[in-house]
């Protein structure tokens, strides 16, 4: 049941995926931040998620989010009791503004390393306007931020005895991101995976045709890789660059009656994975057979 209503809201969620933030007052609405599990935080807005990863040696953020983010997330921070200058890494889940509009500012106030993935370094130092679908259009821009650091699919970030992978799930952005590591709740081990995106936005163009070309080439493919690659992950703990992605007010709440890894949600994940998948394969159909 719970993974059929995660995939409900993945329909939602693909449906205003191309909105700006004042179509999604859910992006910049304050949540209270709170432990997943072991030194994995939530620190992001009612929707758009942010994650802190604490080590001996610093910590981790993935997502600066919207501009308006920054000072929400930093609160979100101090309100666990960590210092947000102990930011010393900043990931990002894919290059559209929700999620990386925030580094200059994150970068400013922390001196933390920028880390992106190979296939969107050029958006996020561009500022946005290098993106293949948004970049053309002044209100998807943002400050552009210097990357510390060129990743590639499978380069591990390190820090204070945390590893996290990044595995290269492209199509929606060319270098969008999954995240995994490995976490400790309770005694066990759990494999926590947080899904950089899988939506095919409105817009976007998965075939080419006379006259007009796909949003860039070889972008189905990349999908289908993005698909076998995420149906491949061992996932204990589903988690995304949404909160819509994995059901989060849903699980919050579930958390605050006093349910137990309300997170770890294997079925869930790999419902969610096929629907998307599905939605995907709908459309390049959809799209191959004419359809705009």
């Known amino acids: 049941m719970r993974g059929m209503r995660i995939a409900v809201l993945l329909v939602v969620l693909g449906m205003v995926g191309g ?34 990863v604490t080590t001996p040696e610093g910590d981790i953020l993935i997502n600066s989010s919207l501009e308006s ?16 200058s102990d930011v010393k890494i900043l990931l990002i889940s894919h ?11 994150v970068k400013a106030l922390t001196g933390a390393r920028y880390m992106v993935m190979d296939g969107d370094v050029a958006v996020v130092e561009s500022g946005g306007k290098s ?18 650091r060129v990743l590639h699919d499978g380069d591990e970030v390190r820090l204070g005895g ?11 952005t060319r270098g969008c991101t999954t995240w995994t590591m490995q976490v400790m709740d ?30 860039y080439p070889g972008i189905a493919k990349d999908y289908e890789t993005t698909f076998r690659v995420l149906k491949g992950l061992p996932c204990d703990i589903f988690l995304g660059a949404h909160g819509l992605y994995f059901g989060m007010l849903e699980k919050y709440a579930a958390m605050k009656q006093g349910g ?28 191959e057979g004419g359809g705009r």
């Open 19 to 52: 909105a700006v933030a004042e179509d999604n007052p859910a992006w910049t609405a304050p949540f209270p931040a709170f432990r997943i599990a072991d030194n994995l935080y939530y620190v992001g807005s009612k929707d758009l998620a942010s994650y802190l």
């Open 69 to 84: 983010s920054v000072p929400l997330i930093q609160k979100s921070v101090e309100s666990l009791g960590f210092k947000f």
């Open 95 to 105: 290059a559209h503004w929700d999620h990386d509009a925030g580094s200059a500012k």
């Open 131 to 148: 993106d293949f679908h948004y970049g053309k259009e002044a209100q998807y821009r943002y400050p552009a931020a210097k990357v510390d």
């Open 162 to 172: 945390v590893v996290l992978v990044a595995h290269k799930t492209p199509g929606h």
């Open 186 to 215: 309770g005694g066990k081990r759990y494999e926590a995976v947080i899904v950089g995106s899988w939506n095919v936005n409105p817009g976007f163009r998965l075939v080419g045709r006379p006259g007009q070309a796909a949003s």
């Open 260 to 287: 137990r890894n309300v997170f770890v949600d294997p079925a869930g994940y790999q419902a969610a994975v096929e629907e998307r998948q599905g939605a995907f394969e709908k459309e390049l159909k959809r799209q």
